[in-house]
């Protein structure tokens, strides 16, 4: 395969698989006469797809070379055979590639094409870092069309990759510690292609697959590479306020937790409070019960508000009992 093909921006993934293909069924003596709807039943992809790949295969680029020959074949009668197609004679001083037939059936368009950069980056002696690879694998849809697939995205697709056996990555083995890559004439283990047959047993069951499909567009990080954060924001914390005033919120009040006594409570319900040697009644001077959170019930002063909201010191009407001499 020529190297223009599998690096050049103006080729789709899927024209890799129909060159490979028609290359393949050209060897014959009456080179390739399957039909499209044939060519997209070997290679699993649909009919407009097919046909998408061999315009762009067939149509002379700027440089005025088209990679894929046909002859039409119509008789005088309107009904037509098949197109005849073959693929041109590689030029003496060209780069290319050779890469096995059964890899178009067995693999996807994208991973073909990775599959083929890093056959060619292996035979040269190249070492492959990942900015080169992303700079094949392009977008095929939409308004990022042309423009490099990201970082984690190929990532994933030379993972998938290396599952298929076609491909073993040696991590952190290669120069400056990069990966790397080797690809193999044939997968290391058993594969589904078009020549081969039913297996005699069915297979195992899948796993269950995730609530959200994983499509390889994704932008974020891995999650195996741990959170983005590295330390923690503390100016959205809530501010920390001494004992003696209020929170900082407008109209929150501090409250603190104090363990409620008998003498508390019966304070609370206006009933004075059997001491030894005293007793002590709930004030009047404010016309309500005492806090339950004052911090002397038998202080002399009281501060309490009056009917014109200002706060002023009352006596504490506490009246003592006759202390009885031990005497008689």
Not at 21 to 40: G, S
């Amino acid at each position: 395969m020529p190297l223009r093909l599998v690096v050049g921006a103006q080729y789709r993934d899927s024209a890799l698989s129909v060159y490979i293909k028609i290359a393949a069924l050209a060897m014959r003596e009456e080179n390739c006469r399957a039909k499209v709807t044939t060519i997209a039943t070997y290679l699993g992809l649909s009919v407009s797809e097919v046909e998408r790949a061999l315009t762009q295969l067939t149509t002379a680029g700027s440089d005025g070379i088209a990679e894929v020959i046909t002859r039409r074949h119509t008789s005088r009668d309107g009904e037509g055979e098949s197109a005849e197609r073959w693929v041109r004679p590689a030029e003496p001083d060209e780069l290319f590639v050779w890469l096995p037939a059964r890899a178009a059936t067995s693999l996807p368009p994208r991973q073909l094409r990775l599959y083929a950069v890093i056959a060619y980056a292996q035979v040269r002696r190249m070492p492959l870092s990942l900015a080169e690879l992303r700079a094949v694998v392009r977008h095929q849809y939409g308004d990022s069309a042309g423009e490099p697939l990201g970082e984690r995205q190929v990532m994933r697709l030379l993972d998938d990759l290396e599952g298929t056996g076609w491909v073993t990555i040696h991590r952190r083995q290669g120069p400056r510690g990069r990966h790397a890559y080797e690809a193999h004439q044939r997968p290391l283990h058993p594969v589904l292609d078009d020549t081969d047959t039913a297996p005699a047993q069915p297979p195992a069951p899948a796993a269950r697959a995730a609530a959200t499909p994983d499509i390889h567009d994704g932008s974020a990080p891995r999650t195996a590479d741990g959170s983005p954060a590295t330390e923690e924001d503390r100016t959205t914390d809530r501010p920390l306020t001494s004992e003696g005033c209020g929170g900082s919120a407008v109209g929150e009040m501090r409250v603190v937790a104090r363990p409620v006594t008998a003498k508390s409570a019966a304070t609370r319900r206006g009933r004075p409070v059997r001491t030894a040697g005293r007793a002590s009644s709930s004030p009047q001077g404010c016309g309500r019960s005492s806090s339950p959170y004052a911090t002397n019930s038998s202080a002399s002063a009281r501060t309490c508000c009056d009917g014109s909201g200002r706060r002023s010191a009352a006596s504490s009407p506490q009246a003592s009992a006759p202390s009885a001499s031990p005497h008689g």
